[in-house]
């Protein structure tokens, strides 16, 4: 286990990630799919809210992230036009189905049936730009995602209590952008 100041390191590393992905939103590289990160910003807010209700210290920062930056980039991308992927009738969908498991998430008096609710909402967010991700790998900069896989790793690292209500969040998170990553670099690795 790392000490808990160590925590801090994924600000900046944050920080670095999100100027890579919005540099490319400004030069058109980058579209994201306004679904998912509209709704990334909900459910980690809430996942920290529980988390420190369970308990959880410093090793939520990297949750608090995973909402920060997107409500950063749904900002950045309605002020800046042309720059956000086109909705279809999947991304809805997959958006109500998140939008329902962050109701149940909130309505829940159970620690660990709300992370669940939690978790079930992010990837049902997720969906749509996995699916981006896979057929259109060129719309996407992979910073965000490697920053997600190296500051959740670290939050689980710094963690005292293992308990499933602090630590499921953060290790949903890195098997979600590890996907996500391989997503983005699969045709280059295998064709």
Known sequence: MLPSYIIYITV???VVGYFF?????????????????????SGPFLGVFFQLKAGAGLSVIPVFLAGFGPLLVVLFSIFRKNTYWKLNTFDVIC???SILALVLYVLTHNLAVAIIFAILSDFFA?????QKGWKFPETETASVYLVGIFNNVLGLLIIHDWSFTIYSFGLYLVVANIVMVYF??????FY
């Open 12 to 14: 900046l590393t944050s």
């Open 126 to 130: 997720f969906i749509p730009t996995f």
């Open 95 to 97: 958006g109500v189905f």
């Open 184 to 189: 983005l670099y699969h045709k280059k690795i």
């Open 21 to 41: 992905y919005f540099r490319d939103i400004f030069l058109g590289k980058t579209k994201p799919n306004l679904v998912s990160w509209f709704l990334w910003l």
